[in-house]
């Protein structure tokens, strides 16, 4: 089974800083996608980024970047130049390709992220 | 464009009782899924259907059943509901892989 691990229940960053999220995942399939959520205050989930596991190359959104390590397990978010508006939850998840354990999408335990003015 | 509908936003519940949480989507998705998100907890998966006619049991089924009735509609139904089960239900679905997962705007159910 998979299995999506964030370590980090709370951060908060000063308004125009950098504030990177950490995820690491568990798996013994070799296709997959990675995504970062969003989840203001309103309860909507919003998509953030996604990577494709075969693909080397890091994903990049505007002010939002992500370091995937497939050896490693691990897929952070790295947010640039803070804003008020990125104040949120952060849902880290994996979406299994056709694997043993189905196709579906499974979400870490989230990162509730504080931008402080 | 409606994306995910999930009715209701709101429902409170005498322990025992039964309902259906029902949702809908318009965008000709293939997979649909149901999650419970708890305090500290993220977002688990209770039941998801791959396809229009499939349906497999997720990371906390039990207490919970699931009918695909068609490619639109995937129905979530507590037979009978316990305090437990309180908590904020999504339906989201997508097209598979790499694709971006919608979610409906969620139901707080509280069971007392």
């Known amino acids: 089974a998979q299995t999506v691990t964030q370590s980090q229940p709370e951060m908060s960053v000063q308004e125009a800083e950098t504030v990177t999220l950490s995820c690491t995942y568990d798996?013994?399939?070799?296709?997959?996608?990675l995504f970062w959520y969003k989840q203001p205050p309103s309860r909507q989930m919003i998509l953030v980024i996604r990577?494709?596991?075969?693909?080397?190359q890091n994903a990049t959104e505007n002010r939002f970047s992500v370091n995937f390590q497939k050896a490693a397990k691990s897929f952070s978010l790295k947010i640039s130049d803070s804003q008020l508006g990125d104040t949120a939850m952060y849902f880290c998840?994996?979406?299994?390709?056709?694997?043993?354990?189905?196709?579906?999408?499974?979400f870490g335990t989230g990162t509730r992220l504080a931008v402080r003015p | 464009n409606a994306g995910v509908t999930q009715t209701p936003k709101f429902q409170v519940l005498k322990t025992g009782q039964s309902m259906t949480l029902q949702c809908a989507q318009d965008?000709?998705?293939?997979?649909m899924y149901w999650y419970r998100q708890d305090p500290g907890m993220g977002l688990r998966l209770i039941y998801y259907?791959?396809?229009?006619?499939?349906?497999d049991k997720g990371e906390v089924p039990n207490g919970y059943n699931v009918s695909r009735l068609n490619k639109r509609e995937f129905s979530l139904r507590l037979e009978s509901a316990a305090p437990s089960q309180t908590s904020v239900y999504f339906c989201?679905?997508?097209?598979?892989?790499?694709?971006?997962?919608?979610f409906g705007q969620g139901t707080r159910l509280t069971v007392v």
């Open positions: 259907s791959a396809s229009e006619g499939t349906t």
């Open positions: 998840a994996f979406y299994n390709l056709a694997g043993s354990s189905g196709d579906k999408l499974t």
């Open positions: 965008m000709n998705h293939n997979s």
């Open positions: 798996t013994s399939e070799s296709n997959y996608y």
């Open positions: 989201a679905s997508d097209r598979g892989g790499n694709t971006e997962a919608f």
């Open positions: 990577q494709e596991a075969y693909k080397q």
